[in-house]
């Protein structure tokens, strides 16, 4: 099993551009969550999906957005890209509450 | 508020010394608490939970309540310890959101 995975691994945008992330999590694991990662912090949670709906909703603007398909995988929308989204967003799935999380995508906005 | 802080941005020690790398959360119901740890260019991953209460490389961390830390240790590091410690907290609340703290940086020096 190749664990989660994500693509693209690292991504360059400019500001007010639209980016979708993709996330596919280990074979069996129905939630997946996401997280963003600003240098120098900790991740913090953007969103949970359980069996395509969404469980939970950080604190971040209408402009991040996400859905979950039938085979589990997961998007990850952001629009109206600003400088300030510039960062490391993580993807987890889970059975239970031990998180596995993917390598990231490396998101840089100019 | 839920939150998680690790006070130390940077620990470092020389190989053999003992490590205590401190956390403190604040959770009003009772709390599941985690230190993940990502070694250089690797993903995050689980290090242990306390509710295992079990030793994983070396690596020991007891949830006190009463002083609201979980404060993670090991004995005699290793140079193969040295890596990017974050403790986070489960928040339940019908979701699986983990709460990271921002992290310290371990660096065990020969």
């Known amino acids: 099993d190749a664990g989660v995975t994500q693509s693209p691994t690292h991504l360059i945008k400019t500001r007010g551009q639209q980016v979708t992330l993709r996330c596919s999590p280990i074979?069996?694991?129905?939630?997946v969550s996401w997280y963003q990662q600003v240098l120098g912090q900790g991740p913090q949670f953007i969103f949970q999906y359980y069996e395509k709906e969404e469980r939970g909703r950080g604190n971040f603007p209408d402009r991040f957005s996400a859905r979950q398909f039938p085979n589990y995988s997961s998007e990850l929308n952001v629009n109206a890209l600003l400088l300030g989204d510039s960062a490391l967003y993580l993807c987890?799935?889970?059975?239970?509450?031990?998180?596995?999380f993917g390598q990231g995508t490396r998101l840089t906005v100019v | 508020a839920q939150r998680v802080t690790q006070p130390e941005k940077l620990l470092s020690v020389f190989k053999g010394a003992p490590v205590e790398l401190k956390c403190n959360y604040s959770?009003?119901?009772?709390?599941?608490l985690f230190w993940y740890v990502q070694y250089s260019r690797q993903r995050l991953q689980l290090l242990l939970r306390?509710?295992s209460r079990e030793s994983i490389k070396g690596f020991t961390a007891d949830l006190n309540k009463g002083e609201t830390s979980f404060h993670l240790k090991k004995p005699f590091a290793q140079e193969e310890d040295s890596a990017m410690y974050y403790c986070?907290?489960?928040f339940g609340g019908g979701y699986n959101k983990l709460i990271f703290g921002a992290g310290t940086r371990l660096a065990v020096h020969p």
């Open positions: 986070a907290l489960l």
């Open positions: 959770y009003s119901g009772s709390p599941e």
């Open positions: 306390h509710i």
């Open positions: 074979s069996g694991h129905k939630s």
């Open positions: 987890a799935s889970s059975l239970s509450s031990e998180a596995f």
